[in-house]
């Protein structure tokens, strides 16, 4: 479903395009900064990486996406407040980008899988054991993400400074 749909359909309730933008991009990056405290704090994840370059590039990302989570949600806030229309807009955005990352990212591990000949059934069980399991590595973002369904959530309520701290001295920034 577009934005331009989103938009036809909440107009009616004093829902705007800008405010549906803002709140899928709020949604987003709750998203990508949840990830990123994941991989700054997961050696397994981390010695996943085959290639320094790629481990290097990989970690600076993670602390980029950690330093300005609070970004785009302190503008949303500060344009529309916490209100329960905002609450129900930001809410909303979450469930729906969280379904939608999980659909994209399936589709396109399962593409990679394909490409290196490895789209198997041994494969693929290994991959969604991975990654949606009990203890997979999505599986266990989930309280975090669910975190932004809190009335009075702020991003910066996960304290991250220390870890970011500890990155930015080994990657030398």
Same mark, same amino acid.
């Given at each position: 479903m577009g934005t331009a749909v989103v938009t036809k359909l909440m107009k &009616?309730? %004093?829902y705007t395009k800008e405010m549906i933008d803002l709140t899928g991009t709020c949604a987003l990056e709750h998203f990508t900064s949840t990830i990123a405290a994941e991989l700054? !704090? =997961?050696p397994e994840i981390q010695a996943m990486f085959q290639d320094d370059t790629m481990y290097h590039l990989w970690m600076w990302h993670a602390v980029e996406e =950690?330093?300005? @989570? +609070? #970004? +785009?949600?302190? #503008? *949303?806030?500060s344009m529309y407040g916490q209100g329960p229309k905002a609450y129900f807009m930001r809410s909303t955005a979450l469930l729906i980008a969280m379904a939608l990352i999980f659909a994209t990212q399936s589709y396109f591990t399962a593409k990679l899988l394909k490409t290196d000949d490895k789209l198997t059934w041994k494969d693929t069980k290994y991959m969604l054991k991975f $990654? *949606? %399991?009990? @203890? %997979?590595? $999505?599986?266990? !973002?989930? &309280?975090?993400?669910?975190d932004?369904?809190? &009335? @009075?959530f702020h991003p910066n309520d996960s304290d991250t400074t220390a870890l970011l701290a500890t990155w930015r001295e080994k990657l030398g920034l």
């Open positions: &009616p309730f %004093g700054l !704090q =997961n =950690n330093e300005h @989570k +609070a #970004v +785009a949600f302190d #503008v *949303y806030t $990654m *949606y %399991g009990r @203890k %997979g590595f $999505m599986t266990r !973002q989930i &309280p975090e993400l669910l932004f369904l809190r &009335p @009075k």
